[in-house]
């Protein structure tokens, strides 16, 4: 198995709601990251869990909130957004937070009106 | 006038010719690269990476070499095929003991016209 799971795959939400995205992967990875991508642009970084633990954020707004459960698991919490955080959110994770390969999931695409 | 970004630069070869994509990088510090491809609504998938120790790394049907003298990185597909039809990414690893900071490049719409 060498997928990276995100649901759902598409989500609107208002901008006094409050949502959660979430990934799974069961490759055995120990670290797991959150990329925001805007249309025609690069993915961007935003958070880095190593071993479960927060490494790395991005300097992202307090209204994005990470979480990570378990090894296998990492959700992004979402609330009182704006319509220019519509964006495709993805969810990778690599063996460990060497350099390592980095595996994709396909997304979420986030419409906040 | 367009905006800078608005719009991807754009390779457009003829199937079963070979493609260069390039790619320049950011950081001399960076030890790790990977090129991804993404087609249109779905997660970068990965193609290829090397290490900064090589200057070149061949795959199937894909080559990746790497110039750390000029940062530079490009990416040889043999054979294009409609398949290969995506945009292309250069991906580099900034080294951090907090994690794998990949920071990607612009990206290089690659079209293949049959």
């Known amino acids: 198995d060498t997928e990276v799971t995100q649901t759902p795959k598409h989500l609107v939400m208002g901008m006094t709601n409050k949502k959660s995205l979430k990934c799974e992967q069961h490759?055995?990875?120990?670290?797991m990251y959150w990329y925001k991508q805007k249309a025609k642009k690069p993915p961007e970084l935003m958070f880095v869990y190593s071993y479960e633990k927060l490494s790395i954020n991005e300097s992202v707004p307090s209204r994005f909130s990470p979480e990570c459960p378990n090894s296998s698991l990492l959700n992004l919490h979402l609330h009182a957004l704006q319509p220019e955080d519509s964006a495709l959110y993805l969810c990778?994770?690599?063996?460990?937070?060497?350099?390592?390969?980095?595996?994709f999931g396909q997304g979420t695409r986030l419409t906040v009106v | 006038g367009e905006s800078v970004g608005l719009h991807l630069p754009t390779l457009s070869v003829q199937e079963g010719d070979n493609s260069i994509i390039n790619c320049a990088y950011s950081?001399?510090?960076?030890?790790?690269f990977i090129w991804y491809k993404q087609e249109s609504g779905k997660g970068p998938q990965f193609i290829i990476d090397i290490r900064s120790n090589m200057d070149k790394r061949q795959g199937q049907r894909v080559t990746v070499l790497l110039n750390k003298t000029v940062k530079h990185l490009s990416l040889q597909i043999a054979a294009t095929q409609p398949g290969d039809s995506a945009v292309y990414f250069c991906a580099e690893n900034w080294p951090n003991n907090a994690g794998n900071m990949l920071t990607f490049g612009g990206g290089t719409r690659l079209m293949v016209k049959p």
């Open positions: 990778a994770s690599s063996q460990d937070s060497g350099n390592t390969e980095a595996f």
């Open positions: 950081n001399s510090a960076s030890d790790y």
């Open positions: 490759m055995g990875h120990r670290a």
